[in-house]
Every structure is written in C-alpha cells, then in structure tokens.
C-alpha cells in the first residue's frame, strides 16, 4: 500500500510539471496571436488615418484647384493668343507667377505642416520623456509592457485601448473571466491553507527534541512546503548552474520581491534576514523563526543593525549553520536594475555566493511597490497574473582581494550579478525609493 502511494504522489508531481510546461506553451500562442493582431490594428489605424488625410485634402483642395487651375489655363491661352506680338516671355512668367500658377503645384502649407507633426510626434514625446525622466524613479515602479505586446491583464487594458479590435475585447473578456473567476479563488484558497501548514508544521517541528537528524527533517519539509506554496501561486522555476548553489557563507541576490525567498527556498535551505513586518509576513516570519535560525530587525534602528553585524559574523564561523540570504540592496527593485548594495553584508564575510534572479514579465509582474501596495493587495495581483516565471543563476563564489575595501569588493558583486542577469548596474541607494535625497546633496 505505501509504495502504491509513493508511486502515485510520483506519477502527480511529474504529471504536473508537465501541466505547468503546456500551460506556458498555450499562453506563449495566445499571446503571439494577440501581438499579430494588435500590429493588424495598428497597420490599419494608420492606414485609415493616412487615407483621412488625404481625402480630407482632395475633397478641401482638389475639387476648388481643378477649377481654379481651369481658369487658369484658359487666361493664359487667352493671353497668349492676344499678346503674342506685344508681351514677351519673361512677362509672361511674371503674369503666371502672381497668378498663383506656383502654389496650384503643391499642397497647402498648414496640411504639409499638419502631415509632417504628426510623423514626428512620436519622435518628440520620447525625447521629452528622456528629458523629464531619471534613471532613479522609473526602478520603483512596475515598468510598462513594449508597445506590441500584451498579456490580456486589467491593468495594461487603458494602454491598448485604442488599439483593441472585438477579437482581443471578447479574449480579454474570456481571460478576465477565467482569472478571477476560476484562478483567484483557487489560488486564494490554497494560499492561506499553505501559510496555515507552513506554521503548523513549523510549530510541530519546533517541539521535536535536538536529535541527530533534525536538522535534515526541518529541511527537508520546509521544502516541500515551500514548493507546495510555489505551486499554487503558480511559480514556474528554472535553476541554472546548480553546482554553484551555496551550502554555507553568505549569499547576496539582487531584490525584486518577497517572492525571492520563496523562489530560492524551493532549491535550499537559508536562514533569512530582513525587515521585522507585520500582517501575513509577520505571522511567516514568527513561525519560521520557531524552526530555523532568522534574523529579523528594525532597519530604522541603529542598535537593530550593529547587532545584526555581530549575529552575522558568529553564524558565518559556524559549519553546521545553513547559508545567510542576503538581499543588499534593502529594498525591492523592479527587475530592471540592480542598485546599490550595503556595505555591512561585505565587511562580515571574504566570500560570498551572488545569486541573480530575472523575472519574465510576459506572464505576470512580480514587482512590489511597498509604497503603493500593502502585502494583501500585492498578493491579490499576483494570485490574479497569469503565473511568475522567473530564471534563477548560482554563480561562482567571490572573495575579496587582498587590498580590497567593503565598498569596492560590493561593487565588484553587484556588477557581476548585473551582468548575468542582463539588467542595468547603477549606483544609486534604493533608499530613495522611501525618502528624498537631502537638499544639501542635490
């Protein structure tokens, strides 16, 4: 009876990733279908906007320069026939020229002008945007989808409204329906009974006595927990170069969300640090720390974070301790760039594990505005997405040089991990995301 169980809890796991892989293949076709038709629309928006204009100077101008050029003609046979002896030719040309023979030839100036703004509108809106925009503020907050894309989400419709033809309505309508209708029920449901069983298991796990193999049950459940969580959100994961996955030390990752402990305790087992929350990370945060060592502390307290350093330094010369996940950059950062990382994770350890995570924006947005979004809300519009799908890369670990300042030893990570995640390296404090610079700096 057990290995008929075993066999069948097999046979539905497997049975699932290949769920998972043909409901990212039938979402791929559904959204290059929806790309064909809105580069259709657009071809023929632009088409009957030409075709406007041109009508528009053809029934203003063509018909009343016909006449007119009619007249014309007459007057100057009529002229020629009579002055033929007396005129010359130069006075001729000088005649057809104040008759406005020129101006017949082309179109009116103010249709030429309209013509020529309107080409270049596109042209001069993102040059006026490069102007007004930075490269701090556009990093928080949910970078806008390309032009010809769409994932049929409520919260694009307002950008590609004019570009919708029935087509697209009614598969939005469908996707609409399917998503808050069936998905987000499920999704919601199995949610809050993960983040029941995770701090249920977490507490029967901590009432176990200090045995020998306590250490591999905890990590081996938590896991499973984890993947469960994963999966009900859906998380689709792809891990690359696992050799490299970190077994003690301290691993830093560039931030985007909380989904990035869930994503990376999915594959191994970490002790966390960060923020001290309140509400549903808060109860998450509690019954993991009942199981596992977790470091949780007030960024705004001094004495929170100096602690923080000596917690850090003792974990590190323990081997029986399980890795340190480091987020540096002390805030989540919409996954288009990495900014700068604290110093206080470089200056406890020589070596670190980096760790890059890129998200794939075509099936969900995984960034969390914590200034906009509470954690509820952000929830809710993930649970609403499509899925998240996003690539994990264990790197190699990195030591400092010899001469090597905390500063520049992070620099040097920060880069690394830019470059393998294909996002941009800027220097720039992602504190700025919560208070203005000060004045005395600007």
């Given amino acids: 009876m057990f290995i008929e169980l075993v066999v069948l809890g097999i046979l539905s796991w497997a049975s699932f990733f290949w769920l998972q892989c043909r409901y990212l293949d039938v979402l791929e076709v559904l959204f290059a279908w929806i790309a064909s038709q809105l580069a259709q629309t657009r071809r023929r928006r632009a088409l009957e906007e030409r075709c406007r204009l041109g009508q528009n100077w053809t029934v203003g101008n063509g018909r009343g320069r016909k006449d007119r050029k009619d007249r014309k003609d007459r007057k100057v046979k009529k002229f020629e026939d009579n002055a033929s002896d007396n005129d010359s030719d130069d006075k001729l040309q000088d005649r057809n020229k104040g008759d406005g023979m020129e101006e017949l030839l082309s179109p009116p100036i103010k249709n030429r002008l309209n013509i020529r703004v309107e080409q270049c509108c596109d042209l001069i809106a993102a040059g006026l945007g490069l102007v007004l925009e930075d490269d701090v503020t556009q990093r928080f907050v949910a970078p806008p989808s390309p032009v010809g894309e769409w994932n049929l989400l409520t919260r694009n419709l307002r950008q590609r409204n004019r570009y919708l033809n029935w087509r697209l309505r009614m598969a939005w309508l469908l996707g609409w329906v399917a998503r808050y209708g069936l998905l987000l029920p499920i999704r919601t449901?199995?949610?809050w009974l993960c983040l029941f069983m995770i701090s249920g298991v977490s507490m029967l796990l901590g009432h176990l006595p200090d045995w020998c193999f306590k250490k591999k049950l905890v990590e081996l459940v938590l896991r499973q927990c984890f993947?469960?969580?994963?999966?009900?959100?859906?998380m689709i994961r792809r891990f690359h170069n696992t050799e490299y996955r970190p077994t003690k030390g301290i691993c830093v990752c560039n931030h985007t969300s909380p989904l990035d402990v869930l994503v990376l305790m999915c594959d191994a087992n970490y002790s966390l640090t960060g923020q001290v929350h309140?509400?549903?990370l808060g109860v998450l945060q509690r019954a993991l720390s009942r199981v596992s060592h977790h470091m949780w502390f007030d960024r705004k307290e001094l004495a929170d974070r100096e602690a923080l350093a000596v917690v850090l330094r003792l974990h590190c010369s323990m081997e029986d301790r399980p890795p340190v996940l480091l987020f540096p950059e002390g805030t989540c950062i919409n996954n288009t760039a990495v900014m700068q990382f604290k110093k206080g994770s470089f200056a406890v350890s020589d070596v670190v594990y980096p760790v890059a995570i890129r998200y794939d924006r075509q099936f969900g947005e995984a960034y969390w505005d914590s200034t906009r979004y509470s954690m509820l809300r952000y929830m809710l519009m993930v649970?609403?997405?499509w899925c998240i799908c996003c690539?994990?890369?264990?790197?190699p670990p990195l030591s400092r040089g010899k001469d090597e300042s905390p500063v520049e030893f992070s620099n040097r990570v920060k880069a690394a991990i830019a470059d393998q995640a294909k996002i941009d390296n800027l220097p720039w404090d992602g504190n700025l995301k919560r208070w203005s610079p000060v004045r005395d700096w600007q």
């Fill in 189 to 191: 449901i199995a949610c």
């Fill in 227 to 234: 993947r469960i969580t994963a999966a009900c959100l859906p």
């Fill in 278 to 280: 309140t509400g549903i």
């Fill in 383 to 385: 649970v609403s997405s």
């Fill in 391 to 395: 690539d994990v890369w264990y790197m």
